[in-house]
């Protein structure tokens, strides 16, 4: 009978040391730049670089031997590993970070406009940027589709804001999308005429 070795990796973390990003995690980011710079915390470069480009200084010999972790401390030691963009994601990122800004207060128009019976300051700021990203990707990024926009929006609010958030985004991005196009402010080529 064959002995089985032991291996001295009773409790493992994921062995992977860097991962490649998504349009997916981009658009996270770019919610997390533009939250950062709206709450006037950092000049906009330095936050982009720091959120994008972290140096992680998590040294593997801090962890103790033989101790189960906790979720939390498991989620922050994979949130520690660093992420390996392309260039054209990252010239996609900064242009979605610039073309939000700059389409801020077309953003907040439509807002005000369509959220019927709410107060602009009762939309919590998370639902207001992520609005902000969809309204900014309609207008300028004329490869991604509509519905990829709609559901990226819905997917940051289910992840970054309240529960009820993603509905409410949902109907937002959906009727700022058609006034939008009955504005003739969306212009879609390539793979952006795709409906999926």
Same mark, same amino acid.
């Given at each position: 009978m064959k002995k089985i070795e032991q291996v001295d990796d009773n409790f493992p973390l994921s062995k992977v040391k860097i991962i490649n990003g998504s349009r997916k995690s981009l658009r996270a980011k770019v919610l997390q730049v533009l939250y950062? &710079? &709206?709450? !006037? %915390?950092e000049d906009l470069d330095k936050n982009f670089n720091h959120? $994008? $480009?972290? +140096? =992680?200084n998590f040294d593997e010999s801090e962890i103790e031997v033989k101790k189960l972790l #906790?979720?939390? %401390?498991? &989620? %922050?030691?994979e949130a520690d590993i660093p992420i390996k963009w392309n260039e054209e +994601?990252? %010239? =996609?990122?900064k242009d979605l970070v610039r073309n939000s800004i700059k389409y801020k207060e077309k953003s907040t128009e439509l807002i #005000?406009?369509?959220?019927?019976n709410w107060d602009l300051e009762r939309i919590s700021v998370i639902d207001r940027i992520i609005i902000n990203i969809a309204v900014? *990707? $309609?207008?300028t990024c004329e490869e991604v589709p509509p519905n990829v926009t709609i559901n990226e929006a819905i997917d940051l !609010? #289910?992840?970054f804001s309240t529960d009820k958030s993603n509905q409410f985004i949902n109907g937002m991005v959906d009727a700022i999308y058609k006034k939008l196009q009955s *504005?003739?402010?969306?212009?879609?080529? !390539?793979? !952006?005429?795709?409906n999926f």
């Open positions: 950062a &710079y &709206y709450q !006037g %915390e959120i $994008f $480009f972290r +140096d =992680f #906790k979720p939390s %401390e498991v &989620y %922050e030691l +994601d990252i %010239e =996609f990122a #005000k406009l369509l959220a019927q900014a *990707e $309609f207008i !609010g #289910k992840n *504005e003739n402010l969306i212009v879609k080529k !390539g793979k !952006g005429l795709l």
